[in-house]
Each structure stands twice: as C-alpha cells, then as structure tokens.
C-alpha cells in the first residue's frame, strides 16, 4: 500500500533539508501529499512582566516560523 501523505517534522537545523529531501523521494514516486510541521516558541513562557512587548514578540515569532517553513517548501522542489 503506497503512502498517500507524509507529515515530516522539521526545525531551523541543516537536517530538515535532508529529510525533507528524503520525504519527497518517497513521495514522488506515488504522487503524495508532503506537508511539514514545526513548533514555534511561545513568548509568554520567558517573560510575564513584558506584557506589551508579547503581542509585537509573537507576531515576529509567528511570520519567522511561516517564512520558515516556505523557504523549506520552496528548496523541496514538489507541490
């Protein structure tokens, strides 16, 4: 049974190219879906005292892992 959709896991680290590399060499053979998934750090967790810089912090935070994770679709090379 071929695989259908792989979710690879992946951080700001040179090993997520490889495995995003490795996803695609599985999933192109049998037209897969490849969707990527990473956890982004939230704020709130350092600092309680901080408060009005948290929103501006979270929405950087926010674009950073977004421009992230396109930046890694883009290299994959697979819709």
């Known amino acids: 049974m071929p ?8 951080a700001p680290t040179p090993e997520s190219q490889v495995l995003i590399k490795k996803a695609v060499s599985i999933a192109r053979p049998v037209n897969a ?12 967790l350092y600092n309680q005292f901080a408060a009005p810089m948290m929103e501006n912090l979270r929405e950087v935070m926010q674009e950073e ?5 396109n930046e890694l679709a883009r290299h994959a090379d697979y819709p």
Not at 33 to 44: C, F, G, N, R, W
């Open 33 to 44: 879906k490849v969707s990527l998934i990473t956890l982004a750090t939230d704020p709130e």
């Open 3 to 10: 695989y259908t959709h792989l979710l690879v896991a992946v």
């Open 65 to 69: 892992t977004r421009e992230f994770l």
